[in-house]
């Protein structure tokens, strides 16, 4: 833009965009935060299906009832953490959503700011072309005059 634009609002459009930067990078937290939720439920349901496979395939061999008692409170605890962890993830997807939805409406703030900025700097341009023209006619009158 040109050197003798002074935009009032410049500050305003800076801590616009701090925010925006600001929310950007908090939603890149709770995105990681969901992703690494998402693998350790990932996790607790392989282990649930391991275990239910491994008793399976030993229930035809034949096997101890307690192993069978031991498995089945192991099952049910891991029914437990899936749970939980079902609700952190689905409670982390809401915090992304909010997120993005915070770095929309900073978005769209910042860009008010923008245009305003662009529209001043398109009057100001068309001033500044405006006595410029003014100049040249100027000079070109004076110089008639002369002649």
């Not at 935009?7 to 992703?35: C, M, N, P, W």
């Not at 034949?62 to 099952?75: D, E």
């Not at 910042?110 to 006595?131: C, D, P, Q, T």
Request: glycine share 4%.
């Amino acid at each position: 833009m040109n050197s003798g634009f002074n935009f009032r609002l410049q500050r305003v459009l800076d801590y616009r965009e701090h925010l925006k930067k600001q929310k950007a990078g908090e939603l890149t937290e709770y995105i990681s935060h969901l992703e690494q939720e998402k693998n350790a439920l990932s996790c607790l349901a392989d282990t649930k299906n391991s275990l239910v496979d491994d008793m399976d395939s030993k229930c035809n061999e034949g096997i101890q009832v307690g192993y069978l008692v031991q498995c089945n409170k192991y099952i049910d605890q891991l029914n437990r953490f899936i749970d939980k962890q079902r609700e952190n993830v689905s409670d982390i997807e809401k915090r992304v959503e909010e997120c993005r939805e915070n770095v929309v409406e900073a978005s769209r703030n910042k860009e008010v700011i923008e245009r305003l900025k662009a529209r001043h700097y398109g009057r100001f341009s068309y001033h500044l072309s405006m006595e410029q023209e003014k100049e040249v006619e100027d000079l070109v009158n004076n110089r008639n005059i002369s002649l």
